[in-house]
């Protein structure tokens, strides 16, 4: 069974700083997502890795990804209050295709002015 | 181009009530997934389907759940009778299945509360 853990689960930090959300996985997996959600909204995706050493970035954001080390992080740069959400990660268990994700159980971010 | 659209986004029903969740896929978008979000955890997948075919339904409770996608294209989800345990957002996603990886894209999600 794959297992994805997000850590921390709840982070508050203040802005301007930098810090980093971590997700372990259980699987061989090179296919890793990583999700923001506002209360009471949907999903929006912001990055799609897809191979070992990937790196992507948008904005104060960027992800990247060990398939070695089956772990992927999220760094905030700079942090600002509008990135305050909850951010998942999750996994395409390996096979092809959209197989259907697993998610991690979503790091509460509050970024305090 | 609209995005995944699902109905109603909200409904409160009496515990052992029938209740159905309806999807309509971003157009052209072959693989539909239906995902249950519980307070405060991520969503877990309940059914997934390639066109018509449901080919991953192994998390989805059939003793009350049901699902179908006529036709490929939308699709409902289906709970009789409902329980108390059942409260939680039900989302619908769809993509577009593609060997180099694809983005899966969310509904707004439908917010079940079983009283």
């Known amino acids: 069974e794959l297992k994805v853990e997000q850590n921390p689960l709840f982070l508050s930090m203040q802005e301007g700083k930098n810090y980093t959300i971590y997700c372990n996985y259980s699987?061989?997996?090179?296919?890793l997502y990583w999700y923001r959600q506002d209360p009471g909204k949907s999903l929006e995706s912001l990055f799609v890795?897809?191979?070992?050493?990937a790196v992507k970035q948008e904005g104060r954001l960027m992800a990247s990804l060990d398939t070695k080390a089956r772990l992927s992080t999220l760094h905030i740069t700079a942090a600002v209050h509008d990135l305050s959400a909850t951010y998942f990660c999750?996994?395409?268990?390996?096979?092809?295709?959209?197989?259907?994700?697993?998610f991690g159980k979503g790091t509460h971010l509050i970024i305090q002015p | 181009e609209a995005g995944v659209v699902q109905s109603p986004r909200y409904k409160i029903i009496e515990k052992k009530q029938p209740v159905a969740f309806w999807c309509n896929p971003i157009?052209?978008?072959?693989?539909l997934y239906w995902y249950r979000q519980n307070l405060g955890q991520g969503p877990e997948l309940l059914i997934r389907?390639?066109?018509?075919?449901?080919?991953?339904d192994s998390q989805l409770p059939k003793d009350r759940f049901s699902a179908e996608r006529l036709k490929g294209v939308d699709s409902t989800l289906k709970i009789q009778p409902a329980e108390l345990g059942d409260s939680a957002v039900y989302l619908c996603?769809?993509?577009?299945?593609?060997?180099?990886?694809?983005?899966?894209?969310f509904g707004e999600g439908s917010w079940l509360t079983v009283v």
């Open positions: 996603a769809s993509s577009l299945r593609s060997s180099s990886g694809n983005t899966i894209y």
């Open positions: 699987t061989t997996s090179d296919r």
């Open positions: 890795l897809l191979s070992n050493g």
């Open positions: 999750a996994v395409d268990a390996e096979g092809g295709g959209a197989d259907g994700l697993t």
């Open positions: 157009s052209g978008h072959n693989t």
């Open positions: 389907y390639e066109n018509e075919e449901a080919v991953d």
